[in-house]
């Protein structure tokens, strides 16, 4: 019988987390941000039908990268909680945080205990009454959990895109742009796209809208390739 190798806990811990990584910087970029009038949602995605944004509740969205597969799983069992919670309680007992706490505790689960981790990057975003009052939560492949002040950067080389995006904005109000300045800042810094009109297809935007014209509960709209053709030839 041959005799198993030892791996310090540690050791086990620190592959895991290179594992995931690696596999998380490989995907395209993804950029949320609050702003005037709501939260952008800007993805380097040129799939029309494979989303890496997506709506939870009535001011909740969702945003990934990584494996489509993984993170794709964890959107549904968000939306099956936040429908359930409504049901079962008030549509005000759903929250980011709350969400947010229960894709910490499975991607914690995941990684400690199971063979492999998720190699997934995950923001639940909630929109408030104001900027000031959005609420922004970055989740890791091992279940840490921070709230950002104002954007979320995630995927590819992360500390060169927040870098660029952090000198576009230098000098400037994020919280007090409006909807389609944040969009051009963010073709600009996403690495696969440009700033033309005609790069709009490799886009994918939505938005949590902070008043909406419908005056229905659901705050999250897609925009369509048109309509980011529009804006980002605007820019010109």
């Given at each position: 019988?041959?005799?198993?190798?030892?791996?310090?806990?540690?050791?086990?811990?620190?592959?895991?987390?290179?594992?995931?990584?690696?596999?998380?910087?490989?995907?395209?970029?993804?950029?949320?941000?609050?702003?005037?009038?709501?939260?952008?949602?800007?993805?380097?995605?040129?799939?029309?039908?494979?989303?890496?944004?997506?709506?939870?509740?009535?001011?909740?969205?969702?945003?990934?990268?990584?494996?489509?597969?993984?993170?794709?799983?964890?959107?549904?069992?968000?939306?099956?909680?936040?429908?359930?919670?409504?049901?079962?309680?008030?549509?005000?007992?759903?929250?980011?945080?709350?969400?947010?706490?229960?894709?910490?505790?499975?991607?914690?689960?995941?990684?400690?205990?199971?063979?492999?981790?998720?190699?997934?990057?995950?923001?639940?975003?909630?929109?408030?009454?104001?900027?000031?009052?959005?609420?922004?939560?970055?989740?890791?492949?091992?279940?840490?959990?921070?709230?950002?002040?104002?954007?979320?950067?995630?995927g590819g080389d992360?500390?060169?895109?927040?870098?660029?995006?952090?000198?576009?904005?230098?000098?400037?109000?994020?919280?007090?742009?409006?909807?389609?300045?944040?969009?051009?800042?963010?073709?600009?810094?996403?690495?696969?796209?440009?700033?033309s009109a005609q790069d709009a297809?490799?886009?994918?935007?939505?938005?949590?809208?902070?008043?909406?014209?419908?005056?229905?509960?659901?705050?999250?709209?897609?925009?369509?390739?048109?309509?980011?053709?529009?804006?980002?030839?605007?820019?010109?």
């Amino acid at each position: 019988m041959s005799a198993q190798y030892y791996v310090s806990p540690e050791q086990l811990m620190k592959d895991r987390a290179d594992f995931a990584r690696k596999g998380i910087a490989r995907g395209r970029a993804v950029i949320t941000a609050s702003c005037a009038d709501g939260i952008a949602l800007i993805a380097e995605n040129p799939s029309g039908s494979l989303h890496k944004i997506g709506e939870i509740y009535d001011r909740i969205a969702f945003a990934a990268v990584g494996k489509y597969n993984e993170f794709e799983s964890l959107r549904q069992a968000g939306v099956r909680y936040a429908d359930t919670r409504g049901y079962s309680y008030s549509r005000f007992d759903v929250t980011g945080r709350g969400l947010a706490s229960v894709y910490a505790q499975s991607l914690g689960g995941v990684f400690t205990a199971d063979a492999k981790p998720f190699e997934v990057e995950l923001a639940v975003l909630e929109l408030g009454a104001t900027p000031e009052t959005d609420t922004l939560f970055s989740l890791n492949f091992d279940g840490s959990i921070a709230e950002m002040p104002g954007f979320i950067i995630m995927g590819g080389d992360t500390a060169a895109l927040r870098e660029t995006w952090n000198t576009i904005w230098q000098g400037k109000d994020l919280a007090s742009a409006g909807i389609d300045e944040v969009i051009r800042a963010a073709a600009l810094v996403l690495p696969g796209v440009g700033e033309s009109a005609q790069d709009a297809h490799l886009l994918e935007v939505a938005m949590l809208e902070r008043s909406t014209s419908t005056g229905s509960h659901r705050h999250f709209r897609r925009l369509d390739d048109h309509t980011i053709s529009r804006i980002l030839g605007a820019g010109k």
